[in-house]
């Protein structure tokens, strides 16, 4: 059981792979003509005094919201459908399937860990 199941490495560890999928998408949709978007990606994981993860924030230049949803410029999300400015949707598709994959990262890392104390209690007690 040499596993990690340290569940603040593992939330970090995360979040920088989410970093780099936003990078990724921002160079495939090439929403890079300044390069300040994809520079400006950051993320913190705030973590309680025990180290387990409290709140996970991203941070990235405001303006990566409207390419995500193909507003600006006197577009409204209503108009989007009606102009010739196209969605570039790199924010939303990544973030919401990591954070699905989050959710089935930290059910296997609770049961390891659920499993571990028991093992060990079973060993404290025998």
Known sequence: MAEN?????????????????????????????????????????????????EKIQFTFEYYGKFQDMGVGRGVKIAQVEGSNRKRKPWYSPVFFGQVKELSRILADKYAQKGQLSIVTSFKEST
Do not use: C, D, F, M
Not at 13 to 38: D, F, H, S
């Open 5 to 53: 199941t340290n569940i603040g490495i593992t939330v970090e560890a995360w979040a920088k792979i989410v970093i780099e999928r936003w990078e990724q998408k921002i160079e495939r949709l090439k929403i890079t003509r300044t390069g300040k978007l994809a520079g400006s990606l950051a993320q913190h994981v705030y973590t309680q005094a025990n180290g387990n993860p």
